[in-house]
């Protein structure tokens, strides 16, 4: 069965204090890997979309990696405007059918 | 309007009453999808439709009846809910459901059954 975990569950950080949020999955057919923001009473926000080991992609102050285990999403000079709730979801092949899993996501509150 | 929108953003019902949610996506996208979306719990895919065509359901009571008129719309029927429905409920949509889509997100209704 596809597992995604993501670690911390939740993460205070100073303003500008630099660190990464986890999310580590056990997939067969590994299609893609997803990072999405979620906003208190609003629907997850896409960020990036990962497909292969190596892959890199950044986007202002968030940079997404992946290697075969696990993904990282760095958080360099945070600004309180990026308190939000992470989710990482993977897409794998299952018995012909293309499945979406999520984690249970890291909150992330940053302070001024 | 752009992206996807749902309506009611809130919802409060008994268990004995009959209510319907909407979805319409402006992303020219051939797939939608019902997801629940509960306290401390990852999001469950509930419903998947491919050019109308349902090819998903991942073992939802039946109180729980999904419509799909054309791939602009998603509609989620309820009937004789129970208090653990209580959720927020995503629609998103998708360029197809294989292959390496992104799926976009509605900002949900929160339902809570009384």
């Known amino acids: 069965e596809d597992q995604v975990t993501q670690s911390p569950e939740a993460l205070r950080l100073q303003e500008g204090e630099s660190s990464s949020l986890n999310c580590s999955y056990t997939v067969s057919g590994l299609r893609g890997l997803f990072w999405y923001r979620q906003d208190p009473g609003k629907g997850p926000e896409f960020l990036f979309t990962l497909y292969s080991a190596g892959e890199e992609k950044e986007k202002e102050r968030l940079k997404a990696t992946l290697t075969k285990k696990e993904s990282f999403l760095h958080i360099t000079a945070p600004k309180p405007e990026d308190s939000a709730t992470y989710l990482c979801a993977v897409q794998a092949e299952s018995g012909g059918y293309q499945k979406v899993t999520f984690g249970t996501g890291t909150k992330l509150q940053v302070i001024p | 309007e752009t992206g996807v929108t749902q309506t009611p953003r809130h919802l409060v019902m008994g268990m004995t009453n009959k209510k319907s949610l909407k979805c319409e996506q402006h992303l020219g996208h051939n797939a939608m999808y019902w997801y629940k979306q509960s306290a401390k719990k990852p999001l469950e895919l509930m419903f998947v439709?491919?050019?109308?065509?349902?090819?998903e359901n991942n073992s939802v009571p039946s109180r729980f009846s999904p419509e799909c008129p054309n791939s602009s719309h998603l509609f989620l029927h309820l009937h004789t809910l129970q208090p653990e429905d209580s959720a927020l409920y995503l629609c998103a949509s998708a360029t197809a459901p294989a292959g390496q889509e992104t799926q976009y997100f509605g900002p949900g209704t929160r339902l809570l059954v009384l």
């Open positions: 439709y491919n050019f109308k065509e349902q090819t």
